[in-house]
Every structure is written in structure tokens, then in C-alpha cells.
């Protein structure tokens, strides 16, 4: 079945640090790759999104390149800011899983000024 | 437009008791989830609708009962609270076609069974 694997967190960093998250998947074929971030108290919202191999999706200075070789969709972003503290999902949508997504275990950034 | 609503925000139920979670979206999304949120572990689906009418099991439906009897409005029933099922619960939505099924979510329910 259809997986994905977050780093471990959570992941403590200053304000302007540069910020990596890494996520790789396991499924069949050629899934949807999507980063979700959860702002304290709230809900999930989309951060940004992939539909094909070698495809970067970006948002808010926030960056993933969909990798088929290395399964991987890691999100990066050159200086984190206070404001960008929050739970961080991986997840992805399979060829065959319908709009059904699957997510990773979640990464939590706390950003320190 | 309110997106996707949830109530209650929190509920306290003992060992035993039954409950329903009511989910509204105003985005005339054909599709809604309901999701269960527990550390270390994500989100993991515990039911889905892909229209008034139908629903469907997702990873984790034993123990919830759903009903999509309005096409806006998506419950998730516990009929006999187990401590286990203390968690946050989000519901989400999206619409039925397109590239990426973008889901909406609502900003969770906390249940805590004692």
C-alpha cells in the first residue's frame, strides 16, 4: 500500500536559518505529492503541490521538487521566519486511491527569534 | 463563506456514551473525510462520502458510524466511546474532479473519552 515517512521531529530552529523536511513515499506509479501545514489551533491547510515527476511546487517561499528517482518530496525554504512555526504533513494521493490521501506522521517546526 | 465548520470544538465523554460530530462545508464539494489526528501517527481516514448519499471506509473506521444524508453536511457517530478514541477529529472536503482533489479542512473537534 501506499506510505510516507517523515523525518523525525520536532525540528527547532533561529529566525533566517534554512529549513529542510524531508519526506519520501512508497507507492505505485506516479502519485500527487503534497506538503500541508496546521498552524496552532487550526486546521490543515495546503501549503504546495506536485502532480508529476520533477515538478516543484512552491508557496509562501516554501519549495518541494517531486523526485521519482529518490521517491522524495522534500520541502525546503531559505529563511524561516517566527510565524512559520507549525506541524508540517507530507502526504500523498495514489493513482488508484480516488482523492483519498494518505500523510506522513507530521513534523513540528518551533522557529525562535 | 465559512469553508468547513465543525462542532463541537471539545467534548468530554465517559466510557459508554455515544456522540455525534457534525461536519457542514459551504463550498458545494462533493467529496468529504473524516479524519482522526494522533501523535506521531498523521492523520489516518476513518471515513469518506463521494456524494449525498454514499460513504465509504477509509484506514481506521471500526468503532464510528458516518451519514451524509445533505450533501453539505458530513456526521461521524461513536455509539460506545472507548478511551482509545480519544483524539483530535478533522473533517475536510474537496471537490469531485480535478488534478490534485485539493482538500479543505475544518478546524478539528478534541474528543477525550474517560
Known amino acids: 500500500g501506499n506510505s510516507v515517512t517523515q523525518m523525525e521531529g520536532p525540528v527547532t530552529l533561529s529566525e533566517e536559518a534554512f529549513l529542510t523536511i524531508n519526506c519520501t513515499y512508497t507507492a505505485t506509479g506516479y502519485p500527487s505529492l503534497f506538503w500541508y501545514v496546521q498552524y496552532p489551533g487550526e486546521g490543515l491547510q495546503l501549503l504546495l503541490k506536485a502532480t508529476k515527476a520533477d515538478d516543484k511546487g512552491s508557496n509562501k517561499g516554501f519549495e518541494a521538487t517531486y523526485r521519482k528517482e529518490t521517491t522524495s518530496f522534500h520541502l525546503e525554504k531559505d529563511s524561516v521566519q517566527v510565524s512559520d512555526s507549525a506541524v508540517y504533513f507530507c502526504a500523498l494521493r495514489g493513482e488508484t486511491s480516488g482523492s483519498r490521501l494518505t500523510f506522513g506522521e507530521g513534523t513540528q517546526l518551533t522557529v525562535n527569534p | 463563506n465559512a469553508g468547513v465548520t465543525q462542532t463541537p470544538k471539545f467534548r468530554v465523554l465517559k466510557t459508554g456514551q455515544s456522540m455525534t460530530l457534525l461536519c457542514a462545508q459551504d463550498m458545494n464539494h462533493e467529496y468529504m473525510y473524516w479524519y482522526r489526528q494522533d501523535p506521531g501517527m498523521g492523520l489516518r481516514l476513518i471515513h469518506y462520502s463521494v456524494g449525498e448519499g454514499t460513504t465509504a471506509k477509509g484506514e481506521v473506521p471500526d468503532g464510528y458510524n458516518v451519514s451524509r444524508l445533505k450533501k453539505q453536511n458530513f456526521l461521524l457517530g461513536l455509539e460506545s466511546a472507548a478511551p482509545s478514541q480519544t483524539s483530535v477529529y478533522f473533517c475536510?472536503?474537496?471537490?469531485?474532479?480535478?488534478?490534485?482533489?485539493?482538500?479543505?479542512f475544518g478546524p478539528g473537534t478534541r474528543l477525550t473519552v474517560t
Open positions: 475536510a472536503s474537496s471537490y469531485s474532479a480535478g488534478a490534485t482533489y485539493e482538500q479543505y
